[in-house]
């Protein structure tokens, strides 16, 4: 029933911008915290940035200022907008939905290089 599938993720230059969103089905995402987390290779997966059912955003030290999650009611999905991307920032990118028994994307991969 619940899907999350991740898209926008590619290749992008030191400094450049991506776009990536999390399309969800068989939930509202006004109704669940919602968030995005990363894996980099031999890394463990960390968070990136969630939202609460209230608004309130949190984000990692290291992307703060430069990520912005957001979320589209009407459309049930979540945005995370990267801007200044680093090269630390490749990795493969997973939406998450959290409850009791989380529920994950595929992921999408965003690699930042020149």
């Known amino acids: 029933q619940v899907q999350l599938v991740e898209s926008g993720g590619g290749l992008v230059q030191p400094g450049g911008s991506l776009r990536l969103s999390c399309a969800t089905s068989?939930?509202?995402?006004?109704?669940?915290?919602m968030g995005w987390y990363r894996q980099a290779p031999e890394k463990q997966r960390e968070l990136v940035a969630e939202i609460t059912v209230a608004g309130f955003t949190q984000y990692a030290d290291s992307v703060k200022g430069r990520f912005t999650i957001s979320r589209d009611n009407a459309k049930n999905t979540v945005p995370l907008q990267m801007n200044s991307l680093k090269p630390e920032d490749t990795a493969v990118y997973y939406c998450?939905?959290?409850?009791?028994?989380?529920?994950w994307g595929q992921g999408t991969q965003v690699t930042v290089s020149s």
């Open positions: 998450k939905l959290a409850r009791v028994g989380d529920y």
């Open positions: 068989g939930i509202s995402v006004s109704r669940n915290v």
